[in-house]
């Protein structure tokens, strides 16, 4: 089915380890997305890619990189886990940067001890 | 600031019965306003949008949602609830000052009891 995949679906990390999502969609989308989900907030967006080779900053990028690999995968790296990075990762993605017609991936759930 | 309100972290109603999730914004100018739905273990799915018109919205499964500029709220709506209907729902409106990033409300708990 046509969609979002993300990997792993689970991880535990200790603090000060670092480990890298995967994000791959087969839409022939533009623009990816990474987002964390806390309890009790709402999404916060932390990368964006509008199109192949090109990436920027959202509102909580500290902690994070990632790359756009090509039109297909994008990835979120964590150089050195912290426990204020448990949470729900989601990476998304449409046709063009704008702020509707999101597909998202059934999520990664990230627990740093 | 710019701002989405879900003043109710959960709502539990009888299946059969009709359900509203609220849902209130604060930002300038003319809003651009969303419904995602999410399914446990699942990825947020898109339910409807507001974006101008109509004030009342027609989404996936049956929801619809109205826009009401006076009281800066856009409450999610179905008038016969299923127990396939729980879930966890997010409004969220269009930063102003992007032409791509959404606010996201904290979410609403849906609880359809048989």
């Known amino acids: 089915n046509a969609g979002v995949t993300q990997t792993p679906k689970f991880q535990v990390l200790k603090t000060g380890q670092s480990m890298t999502l995967q994000c791959a969609q087969d839409m022939n989308h533009n623009s990816m997305y990474w987002y964390r989900q806390d309890p009790g907030m709402g999404l916060r967006l932390i990368y964006y890619?509008?199109?192949?080779?090109?990436?920027d900053k959202g509102e909580v990028p500290n902690g994070y990189n990632v790359s756009r690999l090509n039109k297909r995968e994008f990835s979120l790296r964590l150089e050195s886990a912290a426990p204020s990075q448990t949470s729900v990762y989601f990476c998304a993605s449409s046709e063009a940067l704008r702020p509707f017609g999101y597909t998202f991936g059934s999520g990664t759930r990230l627990t740093v001890v | 600031a710019q701002s989405v309100a879900q003043p109710e972290d959960q709502v539990n109603v009888a299946e059969g019965n009709p359900l509203t999730v609220k849902c209130t914004y604060s930002v300038s100018g003319n809003p651009y306003l969303f419904w995602y739905v999410q399914y446990p273990n699942r990825g947020l799915q898109f339910l409807l949008k507001y974006i101008t018109g109509d004030n009342l919205v027609k989404g996936s499964y049956g929801f619809e949602a109205e826009f009401n500029k006076s009281q800066t709220s856009f409450h999610l709506k179905k008038p016969s609830a299923l127990v396939s209907d729980s879930a966890l729902y997010f409004c969220?409106?269009?930063?102003?000052?992007?032409?791509?990033?959404?606010?996201w409300g904290a979410g609403t708990k849906l609880i359809i009891k048989p």
């Open positions: 890619s509008a199109s192949e080779g090109t990436t």
């Open positions: 969220a409106v269009r930063d102003m000052g992007s032409n791509y990033q959404l606010i």
